[in-house]
């Protein structure tokens, strides 16, 4: 019950704390400094429609790699915590409707998170939806066959590799344009705006993350979800 | 309007979140945190970041509720088998 | 807008508060989920300029001020990176749950005491 008590005061405490926030808050109508700077940098040096592509992978790249590492430092964790030593052969049918439907659309799936991921520049989304797309399709098979087996071979072989040429690609700048150009895209020629090759390597930068999201979520989903 | 749907939703999800704390289930839990998600997806796009309701919508409602189930499902079969 | 930044505020304090008085290890991960959904809601709303347009610069936006007519993208693109974050953290968590589980055949917060003091 004191327990309780002090929750309580706790949570109301917090709620003053906020409540100073929320009344001193005062709405902007115009951009900030920086952000406009970002919007007129991403449509002048970037060619990239959208913009918060071009700060996730451009202006904020270096904070994405560090995202992505910490992606891959969790899927190592419970790849670590959940390893098991032999698989139960039980098997548990699911209904034919899932069976054949997953084999149906798991293609299409796969289709349209990389058409997801190949037009982050153009359109909403970008490497994480459709990497997340990817791994649902994936998903479906689990769910079809709780005892399918995937190649951990060719995923860890795609992780892996979409993660090397991430970094890669970073170094590449720094090699090519001198200091300070860690990331960037311009060692691609831009291309024009709106077209499907534009915006310099944020496209190949966006599939790799897709690619690299999408094998780890898979890893994650096997793990959690294989009996 | 947009505020009028933004309060609509969250009167929803505040309902949804209580429901998901005090529930005696933990499927009917599981479920509540993820309408919570999908809502908060619809609330991104009227906040016109169709990005982040692109990502809330297939990370915070899909795969974060399968997960929550493939762990329930674990647990209810005794943990692992090694 | 500011009810969407009120309603982050109230998710927020339902799911610490969930996180604090539950014993079950499953529902304080679901509170953790609510925190972060109410996180991400906060700083989405923060960005939200009145009757402006999202931040793709399509035939709808004015090439020349492009820079008048959108939101603010920073908030977008930090809560895209941490809502991938949120699963990872949220499925490393579960998998503890599961190794401890496996180890004392309970999900009771009170039966693991090892740290109490």
């Not at chain 1, 020629?189 to 690619?211: C, N, T």
């Amino acid at each position: 019950m004191i327990n309780r008590i002090f929750i309580l005061l706790a949570l109301l405490g917090l709620i003053l704390m906020f409540l100073p926030f929320l009344k001193d808050f005062d709405f902007h109508d115009q951009l900030g400094d920086l952000s406009s700077q970002y919007v007129e940098g991403s449509i002048n040096d970037l060619n990239s429609q959208n913009v918060v592509t071009s700060v996730v992978v451009t202006y904020r790249g270096l904070d994405t790699l560090g995202e992505v590492t910490v992606l891959f430092l969790a899927t190592a964790g419970i790849g670590f915590l959940l390893r098991t030593k032999k698989r139960s052969k039980k098997s548990r049918k699911s209904s034919e409707l899932l069976q054949t439907a997953s084999q149906f659309l798991l293609v299409l799936i796969i289709l349209t998170g990389i058409y997801i991921f190949l037009h982050g520049h153009l359109t909403p989304g970008g490497g994480f939806q459709g990497g997340v797309l990817i791994a649902t399709a994936f998903l479906l098979l689990i769910l079809a066959d709780a005892n399918v087996e995937f190649n951990h071979k060719v995923l860890h072989l795609v992780e892996s590799f979409s993660g090397t040429f991430y970094v890669l690609i970073g170094f590449l700048g720094l090699l090519l344009l001198g200091m300070n150009s860690f990331l960037d895209p311009t060692i691609i020629p831009l291309g024009s705006f709106g077209k499907l090759l534009s915006a310099g390597a944020i496209p190949v930068i966006y599939s790799l993350v897709g690619l690299k999201v999408g094998s780890e979520l898979t890893t994650i989903l096997d793990k959690m979800g294989g009996e | 309007m947009i505020s009028i749907i933004i309060i609509i939703l969250g009167i929803i999800m505040i309902a949804a979140a209580f429901y998901a704390i005090h529930s005696k289930s933990l499927l009917s839990a599981i479920i509540s945190a993820g309408v919570i998600s999908l809502l908060a997806s619809v609330v991104y796009l009227l906040l016109a970041a169709p990005d982040v309701a692109m990502t809330e919508a297939a990370i915070g409602s899909g795969l974060t509720t399968i997960i929550f189930i493939f762990t329930l499902r674990k647990i209810k079969k005794g943990g692992l088998d090694d | 807008m500011i009810f969407s930044l009120i309603l982050g505020f109230i998710l927020l304090i339902i799911g610490l508060y969930g996180m604090l008085t539950q014993k079950n290890l499953i529902k304080i991960v679901i509170g953790f989920s609510i925190v972060d959904t109410g996180t991400h809601i906060i700083i989405v709303s923060i960005g939200y300029l009145r009757g402006k347009t999202a931040p793709i610069i399509d035939n709808a936006v004015d090439l020349a001020n492009a820079a008048k007519q959108v939101v603010d993208p920073i908030p977008s693109a930090l809560v895209l990176t941490a809502i991938v974050i949120g699963l990872a953290v949220t499925a490393l968590m579960l998998s503890f749950i599961i190794k401890l589980y496996h180890k004392n055949r309970s999900l009771s917060i009170s039966d693991y005491q090892e740290l109490k003091w």
